[in-house]
């Protein structure tokens, strides 16, 4: 396991080598058969994603699309391993596609959850999980997703759950 780091040394790494991790990880989930279905859904050529902007930003959140830019949370880099974190690149490309076909609804508008196209990006990146690390963990982070937005509900939670999971062995 990498070194933990703290605020202070991820702020003093090399803006290059940040881009470097973030076009380590394009070039992997650029393969990926959710990542090509996604693209190929919206008409956008795969190569495409080698133009897509992406960096680290002090955000609210792990990722945010805005205006066809990908930001990831300075978070994301304390364990050492932006690698395993891929799975929010395939979220995030998932709402860029989105909004290179159309505008889509503010995740800050309503509740997040029940956002079309925030469902769209959680199924990407849970059939992503699960076809990379297994259906436990794609079930894994969608309880920590619930558990998050504070869904305690028991009926409610199972019918999120069900809008946002997408399991590779369902499809």
């Keep these: 396991m990498a070194?933990?780091?703290?605020?202070?040394?991820i702020k003093k790494i090399p803006k290059k080598d940040l881009l470097k991790l973030i076009n380590n990880v394009k070039q992997r989930v650029k393969k990926h058969d959710v990542v090509k279905e996604v693209f190929g859904k919206y008409g956008i050529d795969i190569d495409e994603i080698d133009l897509v902007p992406m960096c680290f930003a002090d955000i609210d959140v792990s990722?945010?699309?805005?205006?066809?830019i990908i930001y990831f949370n300075y978070k994301l880099l304390e364990d050492g391993d932006f690698e395993k974190d891929d799975h929010y690149?395939?979220?995030?490309?998932?709402?860029?596609?989105?909004?290179?076909?159309?505008p889509t609804k503010s995740s800050d508008d309503g509740d997040y959850l029940e956002n079309s196209a925030e469902q769209e990006g959680f199924q990407n990146q849970?059939?992503?999980i699960?076809?990379?690390?297994?259906?436990?963990?794609?079930?894994e982070y969608?309880?920590?997703?619930?558990?998050?937005?504070k869904v305690e509900d028991p009926k409610e939670r199972r019918e999120k759950r069900k809008k946002?999971?997408?399991?590779?062995?369902?499809?």
Excluded: P
């Excluded at 690149?89 to 159309?102: D, G, I, N």
């Excluded at 969608?142 to 937005?149: Q, S, W």
């Excluded at 946002?164 to 499809?171: F, I, P, Q, S, V």
């Design 164 to 171: 946002l999971l997408h399991l590779a062995a369902l499809k």
């Design 3 to 9: 070194k933990k780091l703290t605020k202070e040394e």
């Design 63 to 68: 990722a945010r699309t805005e205006r066809g």
């Design 130 to 139: 699960s076809d990379t690390r297994g259906d436990e963990k794609a079930e």
């Design 142 to 149: 969608i309880n920590k997703v619930l558990d998050h937005h």
């Design 126 to 128: 849970t059939r992503y």
């Design 89 to 102: 690149m395939v979220h995030e490309l998932s709402h860029f596609a989105q909004q290179s076909y159309k």
